[in-house]
T-cell receptor
Framework: SQQGEEDPQALSIQEGENATMNCSYK?????LQWYRQNSGRGLVHLIL?????REKHSGRLRVTLDTSKKSSSLLITASRAADTASYFC??????????FGKGTRLSVIA | DTEVTQTPKHLVMGMTNKKSLKCEQH?????MYWYKQKAKKPPELMFV???????INESVPSRFSPECPNSSLLNLHLHALQPEDSALYLC???????????FGSGTRLTVV
């Protein structure tokens, strides 16, 4: 069963614009992770934010976590064509494997 | 070495064939996973190995048989598959619960 739900399902932006994806989940978590998947390839771990953290940065990525609303957002600033991919959030709720959301398909148009 | 290596990258097999997928990591990760992913869907968990022992089987049909010969290697044996089993099969590993996963690039399986 899926724990996280990403929004929007698909997003198309121009190169240089910012892209924001949201993830909502249902139960308490230990941490929330974001992954990127280029077409037909494996997933790449982007960032992990723990339940006691509110914001985290990695390069052009900014992740926020609001445990009261059970939601997270991933912001990609100054997007590039190479950022075109599917982005998944995944929740860690304890001694169970990650459960992935449905994903957001991001298209960055040059 | 910070990679998970999956072989083969592509596999086409008939419904009566027996084949195996291989996954290898040398990061000392003690948890290893098999996921199945259909087009435009999220990865779905199949199996989890923790310290070389099968800890989770997500009610996967017996035509899929996992094996963990040692802490670095994970196999998925395939037998009498159906066309609907065609998918991208992803292997991943993690240091422990609470850490990120490292994924391989996957095996694209087509059952004919």
């Amino acid at each position: 069963s899926q724990q996280g739900e990403e929004d929007p399902q698909a997003l198309s932006i121009q190169e240089g614009e910012n892209a924001t994806m949201n993830c909502s989940y249902k139960t308490s978590i230990n941490n929330l992770q974001w992954y990127r998947q280029n077409s037909g390839r494996g997933l790449v771990h982007l960032i992990l934010i723990r339940s006691n953290e509110r914001e985290k940065h990695s390069g052009r990525l900014r992740v926020t976590l609001d445990t009261s609303k059970k939601s997270s957002s991933l912001l990609i600033t100054a997007s590039r064509a190479a950022d075109t991919a599917s982005y998944f959030c995944a929740t860690d709720i304890g001694n169970t494997p990650l459960v992935f959301g449905k994903g957001t398909r991001l298209s960055v148009i040059a | 070495d910070t990679e998970v290596t999956q072989t083969p990258k592509h596999l086409v097999m008939g419904m009566t064939n027996k084949k195996s997928l291989k996954c290898e990591q040398h990061m000392g990760h003690r948890a290893m996973y098999w996921y199945k992913q259909k087009a435009k869907k999220p990865p779905e968990l199949m199996f989890v190995y923790s310290y070389e022992k099968l800890s989770i089987n997500e009610s996967v049909p017996s035509r899929f048989s996992p094996e963990c010969p040692n802490s670095s290697l994970l196999n998925l044996h395939l037998h009498a598959l159906q066309p609907e089993d065609s998918a991208l099969y992803l292997c991943a590993s993690s240091q422990a619960t609470g850490y990120g996963y490292t994924f391989g690039s996957g095996t694209r399986l087509t059952v004919v």
